[in-house]
T-cell receptor, first 108, second 114 residues
Framework: DAKTTQPPSMDCAEGRAANLPCNHS???????VYWYRQIHSQGPQYIIH???NNETNEMASLIITEDRKSSTLILPHATLRDTAVYYC?????????FGTGTRLQVFP | DAGVIQSPRHEVTEMGQEVTLRCKPI?????LFWYRQTMMRGLELLIY????????DSGMPEDRFSAKMPNASFSTLKIQPSEPRDSAVYFC????????????FGEGSRLTVL
């Protein structure tokens, strides 16, 4: 599975957009980009995933570069409840390996 | 839909005791995963099953750990004998391999081995 690189931590003001970057330069053609988050000690929660095209759902948007070597998760209007560790993972429909993620702190 | 159900939520035991963690995946999901999370090592994949068959157990730490999935609605992770370094939160997750999407995680079982 391809590895990912994420900044260890980020801050975001409440109400502003949170843009979380992820580098995955060794991604292969059949691997998806997945984003999960983990709030405090709960189980990780799925956010969004994509292969080539940008994706949007009720939680977030996923922007994947044309060469697929990096992506950005966008939370359009961050709230305090979005404070969590965000994991970017690349993989296929088999196992998903979690890295260390980005700890996002949303402040008032 | 009740989601992935894990039990017990918390377990405190003494070194050398056998520990059994249980998981009920979401009905209709045919893949099941066991993860372990510690501060030092983060989220580690221990083993996963497709259609009740273990596919990859390369993450299982050692022979003290074993996992079974006797049917589509139940899985166990057993540690025998347990050691203090096994203290962690153990998560079970399931997904449908017919889709390319999400893993659904349970709330985890917090194990403390004294």
């Amino acid at each position: 599975d391809a590895k990912t690189t994420q900044p260890p931590s980020m801050d975001c003001a409440e109400g502003r957009a949170a843009n979380l970057p992820c580098n995955h330069s060794t991604i292969s053609g059949n691997e998806y980009v997945y984003w999960y988050r983990q709030i405090h000690s709960q189980g990780p929660q799925y956010i969004i995933h994509g292969l080539k095209n940008n994706e949007t759902n009720e939680m977030a948007s996923l922007i994947i570069t044309e060469d697929r070597k990096s992506s950005t998760l966008i939370l359009p209007h961050a709230t305090l409840r979005d404070t969590a560790v965000y994991y970017c993972i690349v993989g296929n429909t088999d196992k998903l390996i979690f890295g260390t993620g980005t700890r996002l702190q949303v402040f008032p | 839909d009740a989601g992935v159900i894990q039990s017990p939520r918390h377990e405190v035991t003494e070194m050398g005791q056998e520990v059994t963690l249980r998981c009920k995946p979401i009905s209709g999901h045919n893949s099941l995963f066991w993860y372990r999370q510690t501060m030092m090592r983060g989220l580690e994949l221990l083993i996963y099953f497709n259609n009740n068959v273990p596919i990859d157990d390369s993450g299982m730490p050692e022979d003290r750990f074993s996992a079974k999935m006797p049917n589509a609605s139940f899985s166990t992770l057993k540690i025998q004998p347990s050691e203090p370094r096994d203290s962690a939160v153990y998560f079970c997750a399931s997904r449908s391999t017919r889709e390319t999407g999400e893993l659904f995680f349970g709330e985890g079982s917090r194990l403390t081995v004294l």
